[in-house]
């Protein structure tokens, strides 16, 4: 990076699964955001439940973040394994918190990856060093990195008096290890103290000893600040902010939508979004609220939810990896009978089982294409917690309004994020719920030939006669029919209503663009990378993203004409194929240059970014770029 | 179910094309008189089709159809029925639909007690797809479309609905339009899930099963009482035991008429008003979304404020 | 059509499902075949058990033929029905048989499409004829087509006489109406009663009777040939040829390459096939012979297939439509565990349940694409019924060596087709079974890195140690592994095995060129419309045509390298939305100027590709045109 | 099954990561310890997991193991035993696995008496997913990762596969590794479709059945046979009928034990040896299909004849 100046502060903790690395991070942001910062995390984990590693990136700024860091300034762990993944990444000069306990041979940490083990083994053996814990801290700190001991055992022992014994207090180290590295930063006390209210919100012992703990480690930690650290000292309060991920929006985004019903089969991480609305169906609403409901499999939560939508409810459901697969015929179905349908499609690593716990961007060509025939059908992707609200929200308006499934695209590294937005308003937004049948004679054919495709839709129960719908092809009234004019017509009735969306929604809903429109260097991004690029942008103002939010149908002619003759196009992706290139070249006259890749199912970060981009700008680039990051 | 417009016709215009002879004409007819006979609405009756010959029942009929995926039909009318809970909801099917392909829908349906009413049409073949086994034929039998004898056993689908909680549970035959009209009435108006088999004659593909076989075994049992009104587990499990002995009848002779009717299980609103209490009276189909300007009407200010930082 | 001579002659028969049309077709294409004659055919017939409309077109010549006519040079019928949709189709001279029967009105024919109906009615007012059958025959007789009228009754209740009586013989119609169009003909007798033994095997009085109403009717049928009718006199016989359809060519073609297990659902027009192999599990082999076992639905098939392969069987599926949606999930696993599965999958007309009797080629993109995540699969599309053959037996091939999953794509057009091949000759193929570990100590791991991606796959049971798949991001050793390099080197391993495979397929099996080398006028295309260009280039000798075998991987390379920089593009696809003009622009640099497309879901013939080219060729083609026929 | 190599040693030097604690570490213990007890080679041995903590069983074994796909384990399993019937395949997979998302499996898996073992964990939870309600959790339950109480109502595994058709048919504890391993054993060793319930304390998610509240509860019915040897139809309705009964029994007192186990109902190789003589000697997985030059050795010749024209 050639600008340290206005980098973001790095924070991570780490820790096994189960053990509270997701509460304490939150804590952490909390803090930090309410002292007016804003706030960028990510969320890495394993595929299992209690005992594997996880960890926790909490990005930290003056200015609005979309992408974390690769090299934390901060390391909080409480154990070896912590130590032994992350000791080699703390960036040179940054701090790395550990338990004061005897060193562990790397041999003894049993979910050690192989690989990793063997290569900081050979880390560890160039610098003559043991293959342990020790080594590595040892090796940190040749790299400049401030090693602190931290005796948590001891603090442990002193909460424990107050508060019921070792056994309760057990919990608290967690607080403590935060507590210590918001001292060592200056972060305020009063708003570390608020983020722990917060974050054990009614249960005000628990409040209580992990306010304690709070501030013995918050003293401890200004008492020990090695010269040089960053501050996070008090800054200006922003009001009206949230702190939240992926998931929690699109929630938020369908309750303001008005979802009626969303099915569910538990996938990770689809199943987050499912669980917060589970537990908030009764939020005050003028009138009715959300059913969810878990149901037996993939087949059925899409089928039900289609059954839902034809009755006029807004219905959807929310899936990942295997399910979107097993829901691809029910998309057909949607698809066929012109039923607004929703399907909220987290990301994550594949192909098959894959990596249910990591992020990528695999899924966007199956999406476009997913079910035998062709069918017309909206495929949006958010780039961050911002546009997961407001593609939520409009994504049943799309449906509605074409007539049509939507497959609104997020991925892992989306959902599992924590970012600061500007409180969400969905008073602002109009809701628009498409051609109705309103007619008491239903005089309309359900399927009715129009010039923009789109019929007046009956609704059972309604002012209308009764409609047939059918999964086979049919004439205007939805009866079968296979007389070869009726075929043609329908295909073309179907196809035209994507024209007709594709007129109708506004271009910036479309793309967005973001830096210097003049700028010859573009790059050319969807999902979650956007942010990272965003990030990118601080450092290359010679850079210029443009992030395509509709990905079908794919926005060709807008794209085209914001790009000049010279530019260089360069796609960004979290994937092995590239697959937004591979949109591009089927759909525009353009090709990418370069194409910018990382598959190992970790989020891209600016950081990784930059250099490649850089070395893009002075013509070192080659055509396909992988980014790599052995310690992630 | 509203009961204004009494005798409304449910026959459609559209001209069947089942085979001469088929017991789905009987079906229709059967189904047709019902609802007719429910005095329901036509515009409230949502009849859902499986795929298979069986699917096509609401073609044919004055109500709104929606003919779904082969296999499906159960989680489709599930929808409907969550999503606007005041329509009468019913789903015919073939039992390829309903217990090869839709079997885990067919077992998992069981688990929530939802006012819906399934007609499952038991030809042992697949109709439409050219005769191969249904998984109700059994083993050994040979239909007109298969090249060997069946090498998979049957499954029963009363058994199988009793055990997977279905809270009403009959069987008719196709060519008895009245009795069947009567039983599918009855399944209509129990409150919770009903299935209904129906043993349909597939004189194209199993030409074996005719009027005369039939006729010679299907019998109504006389003693046996379907009521469950109480919650005494001996009362229950004794009901039980009887029609697990019903259900294993099908050479000899063949019982039919209703063989459940449970009235102790609550239905699934119990449950579901424990999620949502707003359930049934706001349904999800019929409360506004939005304002006269759009607006949305859902408030989430108290939700985002949790967020707040 | 501007070179009448050569034309193919062309025979229709139609009647209601369930009536026996099918095998009147088979009856007159063997007799034809048997006379030394080539013969193609297109089936059309409803989703529907019986009674509704299906019909037969056999196109027959003295060479090689691979496409269907439009317009019949004659046409039998007995029923109104018949008349009624096929009158206005004659070729002008042509022949019309019908039943000497009193007209029936159109509204008096329950399941013509009110569409057609109101176009029949419009054409007979325009002439000031009856809305009738008899109208519509005399609006062929003025358009100069022979209209005979046929006393089927009378014919037999001579022929009950002699039989059983009245009902015994009533079948035989269909018998006497083909036999009066072979007299006609001037078709020799006795390859018209070969045919008939041939029709009936195993029945001794069916074949008497129906021989005997063979002589009757081609006996009248002599007598009353109109002038100028063609004739398809004796010719010389050729040795060694099939009359077949595609699903029995890849019946056979499974069978050769020694098909262990075929799992299946029924679905039309897929399980034409697994019934063919059903009936003949027995055939005399070496030892041992397949399973074909009907499964609960797609998803068990698929799994199940895989199941097995796994276990070193070679083991195949065979779908349609939804069915290639359900088994997407599967598909992935099996690329994922670099199983060689075979799906062979029979493209019917969609979205949904669709069209499910009808042809088209509307899967080709989500072939590609199916399935969450990146995975390397092949391909391949069959053109005639001697690909189907060729292609179903390489397809295990092509998976044991490559060990991943292969997609056949066969279209309704090509199985519901006859067409008379050279007999096939397995003996010639030389069986590649891939890399097998046969170490009795399983040294290499299941998913060892190589240079090509292709690892040693052991057998459970076989001599190695028990080996681990999984359908998680794995190791070389196959257990789950979330390690980021791990990741990173297993996605390139798989990808590797497309590369491999891309170079070891010979281009022969990528693509195949028909017509001059060095036209300019280029016509791409995949899958069963190759028969209708490889018709045309008789008629039309500027014109080349490519059909692309291998889709994926797309053989980018092969195909630039053959299309010189001012080859004009024509892609000609049975679909709407033209997915191999879609994959042309992905891949290549190239883009098709014109797209010819049909997607009434009736397959495209020589006879109405033929004025579309030469408008391209003149210059006067529109960048899309859609071929419609209103009376298919 | 090859009786070479006894006690081959199934353990595998990898590591679980299941919770401290979990039932399924006792399973996979039984489970080593049946495969070995039966003198089985690891080669000869596959098996396959579903999806969710339960299907990772394969991983910590040596023997084959596949991983396969939420809810499929029963296909693959029935393809590779058909495919090489020498093998000996297990199928272990979880409630969610076997009785949501591959109900239709369960249900039909038990039309074919195919010699296979499925082992059946049920914790009544989601445990990989985090703790949603299985179906084989009661209404009105409520565990630690749930928002509410389960609206659905729970399946019963043993009723079910006891109309599928399973011809064995046990319910195990996972505690109780001596007992649990000679169910398995017992399981292994039927000649056709085994279903074995194992009951798994999940004390992440469900900690209220824990070791305590199983221990109250579990019981030998004594005076249970579990035996069908005749094929009287009275023996079979009552055995059927006491099955039923036991398999009632999950509240106060849980029976364990074999419950089932037909000696009568032939198994699947009878069917399919009418539609594959060949089978089971000439496999689909082991006999050649080219010769030494690659031919085929399949002769489809006469088939061709029938073509030729
Ligand atoms: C996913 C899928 N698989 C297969 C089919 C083909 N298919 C159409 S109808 C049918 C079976 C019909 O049998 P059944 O359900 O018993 O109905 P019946 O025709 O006997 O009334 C099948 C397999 C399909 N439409 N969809
Ligand atoms: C098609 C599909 N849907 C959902 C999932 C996500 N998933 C993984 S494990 C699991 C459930 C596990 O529950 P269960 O089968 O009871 O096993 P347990 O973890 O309790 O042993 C689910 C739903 C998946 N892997 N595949
Ligand atoms: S095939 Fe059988 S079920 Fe279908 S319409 Fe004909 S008789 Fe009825
Ligand atoms: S979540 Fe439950 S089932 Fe899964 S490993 Fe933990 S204790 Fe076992
Ligand atoms: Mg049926
Ligand atoms: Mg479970």
């Known amino acids: ?632 | 179910m509203t009961q204004t417009d009494p005798h409304a016709n449910f026959a459609a215009p559209e001209t069947p094309d089942w085979c001469r002879g088929c017991g789905d004409f009987g079906i229709l007819r059967a189904l047709e008189k019902a609802l007719s006979g429910l005095g329901l609405r036509p515009q409230e009756v949502v009849v859902f089709g499986g795929i298979g010959c069986s699917g096509k029942t609401p073609y044919y009929l004055a109500a709104n159809g929606i003919h779904t995926l082969h296999g499906r039909v159960l989680p489709f009318a599930t929808g409907a029925k969550l999503a606007n809970p005041a329509l009468t909801v019913i789903a015919a099917g073939g039992d390829g639909d309903g217990l090869s392909i839709g079997a885990g829908h067919f077992v998992n349906a069981g688990r929530r007690n939802l006012d819906l009413t399934y007609l499952f049409y038991n030809n042992e073949v697949y109709g439409l797809t050219k005769g191969q086994a249904a998984p109700t034929l059994p083993e050994g039998a040979q239909t007109r479309g298969m090249a060997a004898p069946n090498p998979q056993r049957a499954l029963d689908p009363i058994a199988l609905a009793l055990d997977a909680g279905y809270t009403w549970i009959g069987r008719g035959y196709a060519y008895a339009v009245g009795e069947l009209s009567e039983l599918i009435s009855r399944a209509i108006r129990h409150p919770g899930l009903a299935f209904l088999e129906i043993l349909q004659p597939c004189p194209h593909y199993h030409p074996d099963h005719d009027k005369a076989w039939f006729t010679q075994r299907l019998y109504t049992p006389v003693d046996h009482d379907p009521l469950l009104t109480t919650n005494d587990p001996a009362r229950r499990e004794a009901l039980h035991a009887a029609v697990q002995r019903l259900a294993g009848q099908r050479d000899e002779r063949i019982p039919v008429g209703v063989f459940l009717e449970d009235r102790v299980t609550p239905p699934f609103t119990t449950a579901l008003r424990r999620q949502q209490p707003a359930w049934p009276e706001k349904a999800p189909a019929t409360t506004p979304v939005a304002n006269g300007e759009g607006q949305p009407l859902a408030r989430i200010d108290a939700l985002l404020d949790r967020f707040a930082v």
């Not at chain 1, 590295?181 to 409040?207: H, R, Y």
């Not at chain 1, 850089?614 to 992988?626: K, N, S, W």
């Open chain 1, 1 to 632: 990076m050639n600008a340290p100046a206005p980098l973001p502060f790095a924070w991570r903790i780490g820790g096994p699964q189960g053990s509270g690395v997701l509460r304490m991070a939150l804590l952490f942001a909390r803090a930090c955001a309410r002292g007016g910062r804003e706030i960028y995390s990510r969320r890495e984990y394993h595929s299992n439940i209690v005992g594997r590693h996880s960890y926790f990136d909490v990005s930290v700024a003056g200015r609005p973040l979309f992408s974390h860091r690769e090299t934390p300034d901060l390391l909080v762990s409480f154990e070896a394994e912590t130590v032994a993944r992350h000791a080699l990444a703390v960036a040179s000069g940054g701090v790395l918190l550990h338990a004061d306990e005897p060193g562990v041979p790397l041999s003894a940490l049993r979910f050690l990856d192989p690989r990793l083990r063997e290569h900081l083994s050979a880390e560890l053996a160039a610098g003559d060093l043991p293959p342990s814990t020790d080594g590595l801290l040892e090796l940190a700190r040749r790299r400049g990195v401030h090693c602190l001991a931290l005796p948590y055992g001891d603090w442990l022992a002193r909460l424990a008096a107050g508060h019921g014994g070792r056994k309760a207090v057990a919990k608290t180290v967690n607080t403590l290890g935060v507590a210590v590295s918001a001292g060592l930063l200056d972060l305020p006390l009063e708003d570390l103290l608020w983020a722990v209210a917060q974050t054990f919100a009614g249960k005000p012992a628990v409040i209580e000893m992990n306010q304690d703990a709070a501030r013995l480690g918050w003293e401890a930690g200004r008492a020990d600040r090695p010269a040089g650290t960053a501050k996070l000292s008090a800054a200006k309060r922003k009001e009206g902010r949230l702190l939240l991920g992926g998931h929690e929006a699109v929630a938020l985004g369908k309750l303001a939508a008005g979802l009626g019903l969303q099915t569910y089969y538990p996938i990770s991480p689809a199943s987050d979004e499912s669980a917060f609305l589970e537990a908030h169906t009764r939020l005050p609403r003028s009138e009715g609220g959300p059913l969810v409901l878990q149901v037996e499999d993939e087949l059925a939560a899409v089928n039900m939810a289609a059954g839902g939508a034809l009755t006029g409810a807004r219905c959807a459901t929310a899936t990942s990896g295997p399910g979107l697969s097993l829901m691809t015929e029910g998309l057909g179905w949607a698809g066929m009978n012109e039923v607004p349908l929703v399907i909220t499609h987290y990301q994550r690593g594949g192909p098959s089982t894959g990596l249910p716990t990591r992020t990528d961007q695999g899924d966007l060509l199956f999406a476009i294409h997913a079910g035998h025939g062709e069918f017309p059908r909206l495929v949006l992707a958010s780039g961050d917690v911002n546009d997961a609200f407001d593609d939520a929200l409009r994504a049943f308006d799309h449906a509605e309004r074409f007539q049509l499934p939507v497959l609104h695209l997020l991925d892992r590294a989306l959902t599992g994020c924590l970012q600061t937005v500007p409180r969400f308003r969905p008073a602002r937004h109009r809701i628009e719920r498409g051609r109705l049948a309103t007619d008491a004679v239903g005089a309309v054919p359900r399927f009715a030939f129009t010039a923009d495709g789109i019929s007046p839709r009956p609704l059972p129960g309604g002012p209308g006669a009764p409609f047939w719908t059918t999964g086979v092809e049919h004439g205007e009234d939805g009866r079968v029919s296979e007389d070869p004019v009726i075929r043609e017509k329908m295909m073309e009735k179907r196809a035209r209503k994507l024209e007709t969306a594709a007129r109708a929604i506004p271009v910036a809903d479309k793309l967005a663009e973001f830096g210097d429109p003049q700028a010859r260097l573009v790059a050319l991004t969807w999902g979650s990378t956007t942010g990272a690029l965003r990030e990118a942008l601080h450092f290359l103002p010679e850079l210029r993203v443009i992030q395509i939010r509709l990905l079908w149908p794919f926005p060709a002619a807008e794209l085209e004409a914001r790009l000049p003759d010279d530019a260089l196009l360069v796609v960004v992706e979290n994937n092995y194929s590239g697959q937004l290139a591979e949109l591009l070249a089927a759909r525009t006259s353009r090709r990418a240059a370069h194409w910018v890749l990382k598959y190992s199912d970790r989020p891209i970060s600016a950081e990784a970014l930059l250099p490649v981009l850089e070395a893009i700008r002075d013509g070192r680039g080659e055509p396909r770029m992988v980014l790599r990051n052995p310690l992630e």
